[in-house]
């Protein structure tokens, strides 16, 4: 059957009219909702720690923000030892399969958290006297936990808080059972087991001159044996006036030329007035809440939502110049309620360390740290 001529016509004209359209107007691909894991995802993983709570996603607001503004998860502590081997022929696992489990529906990159730390230790290693025994029982904790989890864990605190302030080693039961060792060994046995996943050392005031040059001299001790260290993990336990910009810069440059990546963990701003002797993040400290140490018991004045908001944009601002050196930015929790400085270092207090108020609503600090990248974005030039 042959067409007319005039239809042939009509529909060599309808496909121009379509083409003309098609180059006219641009397909546009929806603009991704400005949460905090679109907005960098172009940077570094931006990540939050997570406890039971959230972990069973009991409550769907807070699930959703976790699913929706981060893009990496750690175990605040269901993976510590005393929980995760709580016993010396006993692992329990059911709150740290579900962890990862989680970690994997949203597709998140997954931080393990803490194979080795003196704290929260579980009690039947205090019980082993023998040094042979301890090492033994310390290399199996390790190995059992990473072959667990080998493949589904993206990296992990193989060490944690293993310095004083003045950069020498901590006496621990591990300095003391297995000597120095004890952290080269922890790294190598990790990377037997996991070669794939990045291995972090971690600690507090990182910051410090001298437990800055520890931190360099430990790691460095480690590379220079021929055993991995992926990073340093500088806990972000920080001051709306401490430290310095120029003290956290120096000490992310200063890490960097290891040649290791640099993760900023455990991030969150306390707003209140800190006891004169604190050191750190040494969870067995612990001060009486005195008159003036507990300043905003019902809610934060709109002159210190300004300053946390401020001293946020510096800090992701100087975490920005550096995207480059940086793998992670963690808070250490998701809502101002859940935060473990409401009872750290004095018990009974109000902090307001986080980006979501208690409420689970954003705060200021939110809004300036988005705003802020996106400003960034906008000033880069277009390859």
């Known amino acids: 059957m042959k067409l007319s001529k005039h239809i042939l016509l009509a529909v060599a004209a309808l496909a121009i009219i379509v083409s003309c359209k098609t180059k006219d107007e641009k397909i546009e691909t929806p603009a991704k909702p400005n949460t905090l894991r ?51 022929d006993s692992f329990n696992y059911e709150l740290a399969d579900k962890f990862v489990a989680l970690g994997e529906k949203y597709d998140m990159f997954i931080h393990g958290h803490t194979l080795i730390w003196h704290s929260q230790l579980s009690p039947w290693f205090q019980t082993i006297e023998d040094s042979l025994e301890f090492a033994n029982a310390t290399e199996r904790h390790v190995k059992d936990i990473v072959t ?26 591990f300095l003391d059972k297995m000597g ?16 794939k996943a990045d291995l972090y050392y971690n600690d507090y005031n990182m910051t410090n001159a001298d437990k800055r040059k520890g931190a360099i001299r430990l790691v460095q001790n480690i590379l220079d044996k021929g055993i991995k260290v992926d990073g340093i993990g500088m806990q972000g336990h920080w001051h709306l006036d401490s430290p310095s910009i120029e003290d956290i810069e120096q000490s992310i440059l200063d890490y960097a030329s290891l040649g290791v990546k640099v993760a900023i963990t455990e991030l ?81 207090r109000t902090n307001y360390p986080l980006l979501f108020d208690r409420e689970l609503k954003p705060k200021a600090a939110y809004d300036s740290i988005i705003a802020l990248k996106q400003r960034f974005d906008k000033q880069q030039p277009v390859k």
């Open 148 to 173: 667990h989890y080998k493949g589904r864990i993206n990296s992990w605190d193989v060490v944690n808080e293993a310095l004083n302030e003045d950069g020498t080693l901590r006496k621990s039961v």
């Open 268 to 348: 969150d701003v306390s707003v209140l007035p800190n006891p004169w002797d604190l050191q750190g993040a040494e969870i067995s400290q612990n001060f009486e809440n005195k008159e003036g140490m507990n300043p905003y018991k019902e809610k934060l004045p709109d002159s210190i939502q300004v300053k946390l908001a401020n001293r946020y944009k510096d800090i992701f601002s100087l975490f920005l110049k550096h995207k480059d050196k940086i793998s992670r930015v963690t808070f250490w929790g998701v809502s101002d309620g859940q935060s473990w400085l409401n009872g750290f270092p004095v018990r009974g």
């Open 38 to 88: 679109n907005v960098y995802e172009d940077a570094f993983y931006i990540g939050t720690a997570i406890n039971t709570f959230q972990i069973e996603e009991t409550d769907s607001v807070m699930a959703k923000i976790v699913g929706n503004e981060f893009n990496s998860i750690t175990a605040e502590n269901i993976m510590k030892s005393m929980m995760i081997h709580p016993e010396r």
């Open 180 to 195: 120095e060792d004890y952290l080269a060994n922890a790294f190598k046995w990790a990377a037997e087991i996991d070669p």
